[in-house]
Nanobody
Framework: QVQLVESGGGLVQAGGSLRLSCAAS????????MGWFRQAPGKEREFVSG????????TYADSVKGRFTISRDNAKNAVYLQMNSLKPEDTAVYYC?????????????????WGQGTQVTVSS
């Protein structure tokens, strides 16, 4: 069972930036796509961004396109989410997740392993 540990969350003013990191255990990291999801209070968990196992393909939710950048370093078993121009509506717990597949999918059920989450709070 893979373990995922997120870090990098915090409190930032609107317009600011944060970089989230996710460290994964296991020797098959590059086999699977990775995703970032978020969940705000009272809302369902939603897809933010995903990256294929090779790192050659990335996908973003419309709400973050142009502001967030996902990347991965397979040599370090890590995936990152650079978040720029943050808005108060980006406030949520952000989760790193490992897909069941090599390509990126959007649904929560397409992901088999999840981190514990890291809080991102954007003040106005």
């Amino acid at each position: 069972q893979v373990q995922l540990v997120e870090s990098g969350g915090g409190l930032v003013q609107a317009g600011g930036s944060l970089r989230l990191s996710c460290a994964a255990s296991g020797r098959t990291f590059s086999t699977y796509a990775m995703g970032w999801f978020r969940q705000a209070p009272g809302k369902e968990r939603e897809f933010v961004s995903g990256i294929s196992g090779s790192g050659s393909s990335t996908t973003y939710a419309d709400s973050v396109k142009g502001r967030f950048t996902i990347s991965r370093d397979n040599a370090k078993n890590a995936v990152y989410l650079q978040m720029n121009s943050l808005k108060p509506e980006d406030t949520a717990v952000y989760y790193c997740a490992r897909s069941r597949y090599a390509t990126v999918y959007y649904r929560v059920l397409d992901y088999s392993s999840w981190g514990q989450g890291t809080q991102v709070t954007v003040s106005s």
